[in-house]
């Protein structure tokens, strides 16, 4: 019995999206549920008979089952140990590790602000000082990285660390964030990176709107 990765709509769960690119970038194989979001009771009691959590995310495999994306990307890492998921180098281990987590857990007036709508035509809008206060600090962790390790990925070669700022690269582009240099690269590079595509082609091809990701 093979992965089973349950996720939200393509085109607004970035939680779901970090850990689908992250396998998928990886060339692990998967099947994925996918349970659309804010649709009710029923789609949220499918979602609870796969995690406690309620919330997607959640991968099955076998017996195990995990939930949260940063602590799937984790779990494939340690499956997987040949996938490449993190850095092999120790020091570059923990600095992937340390930007992952500071995403996992920080940029909530980006996040707020500028949700990803995939389908949302790109436009910029007025941001808080708190939100471009996240934009410029994903600037600095992105420019450090690819001068550090050299790119086109955060870390040379495409692992978790990148497929827990994918929803980002969606949130720079949608919201036309102005970039520059090293970053822009990296914007570019990371939209043509196959699973991204293959995620946001799906994403472009959904009909379902939730009005309140809608807000402009
Ligand atoms: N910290 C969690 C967040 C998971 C989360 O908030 N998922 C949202 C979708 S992106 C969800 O399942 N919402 C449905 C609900 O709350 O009913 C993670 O990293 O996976």
Redesign the pocket.
């Known amino acids: 019995m093979g992965l089973r990765l349950v996720i939200?709509n393509k085109n607004?769960?970035?939680?779901?999206m970090r850990p689908w690119v992250a396998l998928r970038a990886a060339g692990i194989a998967f099947d994925e549920t996918l349970i659309p979001?804010?649709t009710g009771e029923a789609d949220?009691q499918r979602?609870l008979a796969v995690t406690p959590s309620?919330?997607?995310?959640a991968l099955v495999d076998g017996d195990i089952t995990v939930?949260?994306?940063?602590a799937i990307i984790e779990y494939a890492a340690e499956r997987f140990p040949g996938a490449g998921l993190w850095p092999t180098d120790q020091a570059a281990r923990a600095h992937a590790r340390s930007i992952s987590a500071e995403m996992?857990s920080s940029f909530a007036a980006l996040r707020r602000e500028c949700g990803m709508n995939i389908h949302r035509p790109i436009g910029a809008k007025a941001l808080s000082a708190e939100a471009e206060a996240d934009i410029a600090r994903i600037k600095a962790i992105w420019t450090d990285c690819l001068t550090r390790y050299g790119g086109p990925y955060l870390f040379g070669k495409v692992g978790g660390a990148d497929a827990m700022y994918a929803p980002v690269v969606h949130r720079f582009r949608g919201y036309a964030i102005p970039v520059a240099g090293a970053v822009a690269n990296y914007l570019a590079t990371m939209q043509v990176l196959p699973a991204f595509r293959e995620w946001t082609e799906a994403a472009l091809a959904e009909t379902i709107v939730i009005p309140r990701f809608e807000d402009d």
């Open positions: 939200g607004y769960s970035t939680w779901s979001l804010y949220k979602i309620g919330k997607v995310p939930w949260d994306s940063l996992h």
